[in-house]
């Protein structure tokens, strides 16, 4: 399930946000040597800026699924980028939606969480897969072992 759910093909929207990559990559210099090490620095900051913005509320859904609505709406404040917050929505939701479709045989499992999203209260990204972490039994250190 886990190379699914990691697979680039899975449809989880096709919206997406880059966070400025093509702005980034657009406004290189020409000088290929060093284009490669500013690609290289901006994506090693971009996922630093990943662990510290996004991954403490995939960690705290996966803990604690019951507390994902105001996760939700926790990590919807820190997102100031309003091209970014209807990424993080639009693909939250189509995650959620294709675990419900897909993957999860009791639908009694999330079921408040998968209820509120479909309603229109959170669904972002990052908590959606730690809720869909979480109840699938993929562990936290499982990612580390791939």
Sequence with gaps: MLLLLSDSALPIGSFAFS???ESFVHHLPTSAASSQDIL???????LRSLA???LPFVKAAHSKPHDAVSLDD???ATVTCP???R???AQGKALVTVWEKAFLE?????DSYRTDVKSGLGGHFGVAWGVVCGHSGISKGM???I
């Excluded at 290289?40 to 971009?46: D, G, I, N, P, T």
């Excluded at 009791?106 to 999330?110: F, T």
């Design 106 to 110: 009791d639908k009694k499992i999330g």
């Design 83 to 85: 091209v970014a917050r």
């Design 87 to 89: 990424a993080s929505l």
């Design 52 to 54: 510290y913005t996004t």
């Design 40 to 46: 290289f620095h901006f994506l090693r900051e971009s």
């Design 19 to 21: 966070s400025g990559l």
């Design 143 to 145: 990612f580390l072992e």
């Design 74 to 76: 926790h990590f919807d």
